[in-house]
């Protein structure tokens, strides 16, 4: 079974950037699709992002297209979740996980990290 730990997470101003890493710490990702998801406070989790196990195919969410980009390093083992122009709505704890049913709006997580923290604020 994969498994992922996330890291990257950071307190950062609005419009401010950061890198999140997702690897694989028990498994290689040669063929997992891999989301990102996140939890913001008192909301419940929903995906931000998603990519294929080679990476031909991404798939990001409404509210973060055009800001965030996801890629992927096979040889390293690692997702990438790079995100520019950081909103205040963007806090939340961000998790990745294998997505078997692949990338879209209704993703289900095979297996997750523990989550990173991404805090946007002043």
């Known amino acids: 079974q994969v498994q992922l730990v996330e890291s990257g997470g950071d307190l950062v101003q609005p419009g401010g950037s950061l890198r999140l890493s997702c690897t694989a710490s028990?498994?290689?990702?040669?063929?997992?699709?891999i989301a990102w998801f996140r939890q913001a406070p008192g909301k419940e989790r929903e995906g931000a992002s998603c990519?294929?196990?080679?990476?031909?195919?991404?798939w990001y969410a409404d509210s973060v297209k055009g800001r965030f980009t996801i890629s992927r390093d096979n040889a390293k083992n690692t997702v990438y979740l790079q995100m520019n122009s950081l909103k205040p709505e963007d806090t939340a704890v961000y998790y990745c996980?294998?997505?078997?049913?692949?990338?879209?709006?209704?993703?289900?997580?095979?297996?997750w990290g523990q989550g990173t923290q991404v805090t946007v604020s002043s």
């Open positions: 990519i294929s196990s080679f990476g031909g195919t991404t």
């Open positions: 996980g294998t997505v078997p049913g692949g990338c879209g709006s209704s993703m289900l997580v095979g297996s």
């Open positions: 028990a498994l290689r990702l040669n063929l997992e699709t």
